[in-house]
């Protein structure tokens, strides 16, 4: 089975920065996704690791360690609309030659004050 | 922007109906997938669809759900017999890629059984 733990809730400051931290148990890994999730949204797609270190797309960073089984999301110049819960995720793997779907932790619930 | 689009947004029915949600992926997507997120929890992987035939299905895609995609747009996600909890939203989602590290969901179906 597969298994993802992150915080429940995180509450920062706008303009701050935040990290988002994930780890998980997993019978195989290929990578790690971030989603968000606006209240009453469908969750977004926000950055994938397959491969150990950063990957920065604009204000959102994601960084991985494999060997820690380890992620985290990072949030720069944190805006009001940021306000959201964001989930980690994992690829289920499946048979092979068909789509796998996600596993998907918890999520962290972020507050973001003025 | 291309999207995932699902009707209907919100669906009321009685224990024991039968209820269809429909979804319309990305033209050029291949991988297709249902999740479902009772209110408050995480989101949760029912089943995953590539070349007309089920890739992966999770222990909660029992005999009461089934798949299929009866033209070359749309893809439905059919609940035999509705139970009280199969209160949920529902999701849509398709990829290119068959790990779906990046699914595009849709808005959602919001479904109420009483």
């Known amino acids: 089975g597969q298994s993802l733990e992150q915080p429940s809730e995180v509450t920062a400051v706008e303009g701050a920065i935040v990290q988002i931290n994930c780890t998980y148990q997993?019978?195989?890994?290929?990578?790690l996704s971030w989603y968000q999730q606006h209240d009453g949204g469908a969750p977004t797609f926000l950055s994938y690791?397959?491969?150990?270190g950063l990957e920065e797309t604009g204000r959102f960073s994601s960084f991985l360690s494999r060997s820690d089984s380890y992620g985290y999301l990072l949030l720069q110049e944190l805006q009001m609309k940021d306000s959201a819960s964001y989930f980690c995720?994992?690829?289920?793997?499946?048979?092979?030659?068909?789509?796998?779907?996600?596993?998907f932790g918890k999520g962290t619930h972020l507050i973001i004050q003025p | 922007e291309p999207e995932v689009t699902q009707t209907p947004s919100h669906q009321v029915t009685q224990m024991g109906q039968e209820v269809i949600l429909r979804c319309v992926p990305i033209?050029?997507?291949?991988?297709f997938y249902w999740y479902r997120q009772i209110l408050g929890q995480k989101v949760e992987f029912l089943v995953s669809?590539?070349?007309?035939?089920?890739?992966?299905k999770s222990e909660i895609f029992d005999d009461q759900f089934s798949v299929e995609r009866p033209d070359g747009s749309n893809f439905t996600l059919k609940i035999r017999s509705t139970k009280l909890e199969d209160s949920a939203m529902y999701f849509c989602?398709?990829?290119?890629?068959?790990?779906?590290?990046?699914?595009?969901f849709g808005p959602g179906t919001r479904l109420l059984v009483l």
């Open positions: 989602a398709s990829s290119e890629t068959p790990g779906g590290e990046t699914q595009y």
């Open positions: 997993t019978s195989g890994f290929y990578g």
């Open positions: 690791n397959g491969l150990d």
């Open positions: 995720a994992v690829r289920d793997l499946g048979s092979g030659g068909g789509a796998d779907g996600l596993t």
């Open positions: 033209s050029n997507h291949l991988y």
């Open positions: 669809f590539y070349n007309n035939e089920i890739s992966e």
